[in-house]
């Protein structure tokens, strides 16, 4: 749906600009602030500041959010018709597709299996609780607007799922 949008001479920006305000909100808010949880207490037992896997997970949080932060750039000044920014969103959304699909690849091998062989069962409650908490005091949207906003989205765009792999 992407590939259509850059193609079209309609180009939804409000949609656009939405789906990257869910990207912030969601990663940022929400997302990283969990896994920055995990990471501390990794830390806490050990793994110190500055190794692997934890500093290669927020380098891959800091990339998200620079191509977050260049898309929002360019739909900031994209006018309707605007082929050009269109196509370089187009783009620049496809690749942070990909990363986050390579992402979340990390975690389900790499990141979640070490928190389960290192992290005490007994920490179970409190990082329940500590996601809780983050979930709680997310602002300035709540996890259910954030669910209807990907929803809307999604009714635009299409599911996630339909969107092709971009290739380097």
């Known amino acids: 749906?992407?590939?259509?949008?850059?193609?079209?001479?309609?180009?939804?920006?409000?949609?656009?600009?939405?789906?990257?305000?869910?990207?912030?909100?969601?990663?940022?808010?929400?997302?990283?602030?969990?896994?920055?949880?995990?990471?501390?207490?990794?830390?806490?037992?050990?793994?110190?500041?500055?190794?692997?896997?934890?500093?290669?997970?927020?380098?891959?949080?800091?990339?998200?959010?620079?191509?977050?932060?260049?898309?929002?750039?360019?739909?900031?000044?994209?006018?309707?018709?605007?082929?050009?920014a269109a196509r370089n969103l187009v783009h620049l959304g496809l690749d942070y597709v990909q990363h986050q699909r390579q992402h979340i690849e990390k975690e389900d091998r790499i990141l979640f299996p070490l928190i389960t062989e290192l992290l005490p069962a007994s920490e179970d409650g409190r990082i329940l609780a500590a996601f809780e908490h983050i979930e709680a005091t997310l602002a300035p949207r709540s996890t259910t607007e954030l669910i209807d906003l990907a929803l809307d989205l999604q009714g635009v765009f299409g599911p996630l799922e339909s969107l092709p792999s971009r290739r380097a």
């Open 1 to 84: 749906m992407l590939e259509v949008t850059a193609r079209s001479r309609e180009i939804p920006l409000e949609s656009l600009r939405d789906g990257l305000t869910f990207l912030t909100e969601y990663g940022d808010r929400f997302h990283h602030r969990r896994e920055n949880e995990l990471f501390d207490r990794l830390r806490r037992i050990g793994m110190g500041h500055g190794e692997r896997p934890c500093a290669a997970m927020e380098r891959d949080h800091d990339w998200g959010r620079e191509l977050i932060r260049t898309m929002q750039d360019i739909a900031d000044r994209a006018t309707p018709g605007d082929l050009s």
